[in-house]
């Protein structure tokens, strides 16, 4: 069970991992997630599915190392198991045809995008995807997110590749050529919250999909709470995706940075350990 | 025959009868009910070690033989499960400690655990003769019935119930709690082939998330688990019923019944100014990362705050068992905010004694109105309001009611919310056929349990709202009893045909 049974590294910090788990593969939509817990002592983490493979009885994470559970993770090899995996959980995409939709990725939330690229052109959209990083290798999976757009922007902050600047500018480019019907916006908290300011200015209807502290990822606990137009919403059972327009960012960013000097605390100690 | 008679036939068994001869009933009435000895309040508030120590073999015989052997035992009729009361305990008195354990077992799927988290005094010792008629002490059903369950387990001599014949047939449990496990008990024990679905990665619902270490240790939940294995049941962790699969691909799997025990874990805030600050969570939140994940061990991965100034919001069990894990986490200050008065509180009344020897502080008569936060959005304090009660509410109790002007500031680092918690959605959600209350309950009948949806029973907190383990329990007992009758008469009507 949950044996991994691919490992690619998109760069030095991103992996791709292809896990064996049947029952969700065959159950998941875009936009769903599922919990992993890498070893007895694990927590429980988040993470979006990003591809399936019904057939192989398989589906595709990205993860990005920054602490303990992340670096445990990708430092399975093929053939080894994650203890634990659960899911598909949260609400699947709304996916319509809608027109034209704007699909704004940052960092690894591209990984996540996918499906839900995939999706809105297979229902009859004109998707224009904005894929944008911190620098040239940190831009992921562009081939499979241009499989299933009709154009493709990049956008580095350091100029390496595609062009030089953040998310904002080149979503900005998109809109004044073109009649926007819908943006779909993932990425990094900080990221979503400018990005999500740019359709707001231009009154084009925008969905984000959350990534926050989780625990059991069911509705349990409330560890991923969010506040969206004034009321208190699960980000693993109301979302992951909200309206843009209406979610609480500062306050996102203060709850993401509540364990902030644990992890770091915790990723020293592995690291130590490991040496 | 009937169970009444089979009681009395059980009362008139030569040990039976010699038993009652060897004490005078006046002798057995004088005898001072047991004390549970407890571990040291100032060794045992910093630790996780087991606060009620269990009894002796000497002191469960002494406590045993003040049971009358009544000829019309009251006291099973306050257990929601019904265990055999009096047999259990005179098998106690004679020294017959494994046949005791037996005797639970023919109706309880979990003793060493009820013996632990049952509230005994509102239940069978609420209906022991000594509480009815003498005006004394009940006898201490729930020790003895934990003695004889630790007695089973310790010596290793574990009794696996007697199985019927294997009928065939395939039932899936939603949901590994003590409604579902007693559930799964049951039937297999009626010969079905029973799959328990967690969404967890362990089984035991809020006896491994909720009730902690101290209360319930997780290896004696484990050992009963164990049990239920060696009857024949299985488990599938990391599987949610509506997610994972569906009630529809499961039945085209061959699932014949169907029982939902997945609880009320949704956790309820207040909607107050400030709720969402870092360091304010739901009481599920904090005691699934110490219970489940263990994030009080050096080793666990998972963080917790450990709060130096703890407020718990509430007065239930949960928020004794919250407040009492924060001292034990190392806060200085551990607090109650209650918005009743102590009488009002609904945590049992050996919780509540428990806390106090450890040192909780109880602010009763208070209740958060805002919570204030530093620039780096940490909680810092709670925005108190006073209360006094007023008239009784439609749950009988005095409501209470803000004392207008008169509140306070409070400095606190990590608050705990436990005011109750709201059914689990995802079955309901996932299947729309499915009938709720407006409380997003299950709809049940009242005698069977069975729900809208005819292949479909459930219990425990799915259909009652938060309550206890041994009603989820009954529950359990009950659904795997008409689950049972409906389909044995779909088995005959299909022989016949």
Redesign the interface.
């Known amino acids: 069970m949950n044996k991994v049974v691919r490992k690619e590294f998109f760069s030095e910090n991103v992996v791709c991992l292809e896990v064996e788990a049947p029952?969700?593969a065959k159950?998941r939509r875009a936009g769903h997630f599922v919990i992993v817990?890498v070893d007895k002592?694990?927590?429980?983490i988040p993470l979006t599915i990003s591809s399936a493979d019904v057939d192989k009885g398989t589906i595709t994470l990205v993860v990005q190392r920054v602490g303990?559970?992340s670096k445990k993770l990708t430092d399975l090899e093929p053939g080894e198991c994650v203890?634990?995996?659960?899911?598909?959980?949260g609400q699947a995409t709304d996916v319509k045809k809608v027109g034209t939709v704007l699909a704004c990725g940052g960092g690894v939330g591209v990984a996540p995008l996918l499906p839900i690229v995939e999706a809105f052109k297979k229902a009859g959209n004109k998707v224009v995807s904005v894929l944008a990083a911190r620098t040239k290798d940190l831009i992921i999976l562009e081939k499979q997110i241009r499989e299933y757009s009709d154009d493709v922007l990049i956008m580095t902050d350091d100029g390496s590749y595609g062009e030089k600047g953040l998310i904002t500018e080149g979503m900005e480019k998109v809109i004044a050529r073109e009649k926007i019907d819908e943006a779909v916006i993932i990425g990094p908290a900080i990221m979503m919250k400018f990005a999500a300011e740019v359709t707001r200015k231009h009154g084009i209807p925008s969905i984000a999909s959350l990534n926050t502290i989780m625990?059991?990822g069911?509705?349990?606990?409330?560890?991923c709470?969010?506040?969206v137009d004034g009321k208190?919403k699960f980000v693993c059972?109301d979302g992951p995706e909200f309206d843009a327009h209406k979610v609480d960012f500062d306050?996102m960013l203060?709850?993401l940075?509540?364990?902030k000097d644990?992890?770091k605390n915790?990723y020293e100690r592995y690291n130590r350990m490991q040496q | 025959m009937d169970k009444a008679n089979i009681l009395k036939q059980e009362r008139e068994t030569t040990w039976r009868i010699e038993l009652r001869k060897k004490i005078k009933n006046k002798d057995r009435t004088s005898i001072e009910r047991v004390k549970m000895p407890e571990a040291d309040p100032s060794e045992r508030r910093r630790s996780f070690m087991e606060v009620n120590r269990g009894l002796t073999s000497e002191a469960a015989m002494t406590e045993a033989s003040r049971c009358l052997d009544c000829p019309t035992p009251t006291c099973i009729e306050g257990c929601p499960v019904g265990i055999n009361i009096p047999k259990f305990i005179k098998n106690i008195e004679r020294g017959e400690f494994l046949e005791a354990a037996r005797v639970l077992k023919e109706t309880s799927s979990l003793p060493a655990v009820c013996g632990r988290v049952c509230p005994q005094e509102k239940q069978c010792e609420a209906n022991c003769f000594y509480t009815r008629k003498l005006k004394k002490p009940a006898v201490a059903i729930g020790y003895l019935e934990r003695f004889a369950a630790d007695y089973e387990r310790e010596t290793g001599n574990i009794s696996i119930p007697k199985k019927a014949a294997s009928k065939n047939k395939k039932i899936a449990c939603i949901g590994s709690g003590p409604a579902g496990l007693s559930f799964a008990g049951e039937m297999a024990k009626r010969g079905y082939d029973v799959t328990v679905f967690e969404?967890?990665?362990e089984i035991g619902g809020v006896l491994k998330y909720g009730i902690p270490e101290f209360r319930l240790p997780n290896n004696i939940v484990d050992v009963e688990i164990e049990s239920l294995k060696k009857l024949g049941v299985k488990f599938e962790?990391?599987?949610?019923v509506g997610?994972?699969?569906?009630i529809e691909e499961l039945k085209q799997e061959g699932f014949e019944g169907f029982f939902v025990g997945s609880g009320a874990?949704?956790?309820r805030?207040m909607?107050i100014p400030g709720?969402?600050?870092?360091?304010i969570?739901?009481s599920?939140?904090y005691l699934?990362?110490v219970n489940l994940?263990?994030a009080n061990k050096e080793?666990?991965?998972?963080?917790i705050l450990k709060g130096k100034r703890v407020a718990v919001i509430g007065g239930g069990n949960t928020a004794m068992d919250s407040v009492r894990t924060a001292l034990r986490l190392g806060a200085e200050k551990a607090m109650i905010i209650y918005r009743r008065s102590e009488e009002e509180m609904p945590a049992r009344v050996e919780e509540i004694k428990h806390a106090k020897e450890e040192g909780v502080e109880f602010l009763t008569l208070q209740n958060p109105i805002e919570y204030l936060g530093d620039n780096?959005?940490?909680v810092r304090q709670i925005r108190v309001q006073r209360m006094k009660l007023g008239e009784p509410d439609a749950s009988g109790r005095r409501r209470p009611i803000p004392v207008e002007g008169d509140e306070y500031l409070l400095d606190v680092d990590t608050v705990v919310v436990s005011v109750g918690v709201a059914p689990?959605?995802?079955i309901p959600q996932s299947m729309p056929d499915l009938k709720t209350t407006s409380w997003r309950t299950l709809e049940v009948d009242q005698e069977s349990l069975q729900t809208s949806v005819p292949f479909m029973f459930a219990g425990g907190d799915i259909v009652r709202g938060g309550a206890t383990v041994i009603l989820a329990m009954g529950d359990g007992r009950k659904a795997a009893n008409a689950m049972d009758q409906q389909l044995s008469k779909n088995l005959e009507s299909s022989v016949k045909e």
């Open positions: 029952r969700i159950a817990r002592k694990g927590e429980r303990v559970t203890a634990d995996l659960v899911g598909p959980l625990v059991d069911t509705g349990m606990c409330g560890a709470r969010v506040t208190t059972v306050e203060l709850r940075n509540g364990y644990f992890e915790a | 969404a967890l990665h962790t990391n599987f949610i997610k994972t699969a569906t874990g949704l956790p805030f909607g709720e969402n600050l870092v360091g969570l739901s599920n939140e699934t990362r994940m263990e080793d666990s991965d998972t963080p780096k959005g940490y689990n959605p995802l």
